[in-house]
């Protein structure tokens, strides 16, 4: 014990005490210490969301999309100054839920099953070419204008010629940084959720475009 105190009274030792002990010393100890806490309970709580994902895809993509196709059409709605259309938010919404459950999440199957899951360039080329060139032009954005005009009792025909190629071109600069990111960091399970949270923004962008001249 003797040689503990004597330890440290002198030296380095005298250091540490006053460190740990003084205000400002125990003051940052604290705050670290918090610190540890919030990131290990962050950890703890993601790592529950990626087990629910996981159990339970089609229940986690319903909630992602129904909250990205209601909120991407209300900013679209508030940026085009026009009083919130409860029919036309219901007709987005209905139509991205349909779109993530129906379309995307067997599609994204098919890309992994085909091409791999592997993140190489040849694969993940492949696979935004067939999202951005392909499933988008041809399936998702004409398939929304037909839905949404339906659900509004509107002219879908008259959307497409008006809005189509615009659409078209805005999503392709959309969906290819959006489909890179999606194939070489984010693991397929959690490939449709991470296109939801992106959807938020596509939402907006073509909702907007398809009812500015409606």
């Not at 400002?24 to 540890?36: D, E, P, T, V, W």
């Not at 679209?76 to 129906?102: C, H, K, M, W, Y």
């Not at 199957?109 to 085909?114: P, T, V």
């Not at 002219?155 to 940084?177: E, H, K, Q, T, W």
Request: glycine content about 10%; some cysteine.
């Amino acid at each position: 014990s003797n040689f503990g105190l004597s330890h440290f009274g002198t030296g380095a030792g005298a250091s540490i005490v006053p460190m740990l002990c003084g205000g400002h010393g125990f003051r940052r100890f604290s705050a670290a210490a918090i610190m540890l806490q919030r990131r290990c309970a962050t950890c703890r709580t993601a790592a529950r969301v990626a087990a629910l994902v996981r159990r339970h895809p089609r229940a986690s993509v319903v909630a992602s999309s129904c909250a990205a196709g209601a909120g991407g059409d209300f900013v679209a709605q508030r940026a085009g100054g026009e009083p919130l259309n409860i029919r036309r938010l219901l007709g987005v919404t209905s139509f991205t839920i349909f779109d993530s459950v129906v379309l995307y999440l067997p599609f994204y199957r098919f890309l992994d099953r085909r091409f791999g899951a592997g993140v190489n360039l040849p694969c993940v080329a492949a696979k935004v070419f067939l999202d951005s060139a392909f499933f988008g032009p041809l399936i998702d954005i004409p398939l929304f204008f037909v839905w949404t005009a339906i659900a509004e009792g509107q002219s879908f025909a008259m959307r497409l010629r008006a809005d189509y190629a615009g659409v078209v071109g805005a999503g392709v600069m959309f969906n290819i940084p959006v489909g890179v990111v999606t194939f070489v960091f984010v693991p397929p399970a959690f490939r449709v959720l991470f296109g939801n949270v992106a959807d938020l923004g596509w939402t907006t962008l073509i909702s907007y475009f398809a009812h500015r001249k409606v």
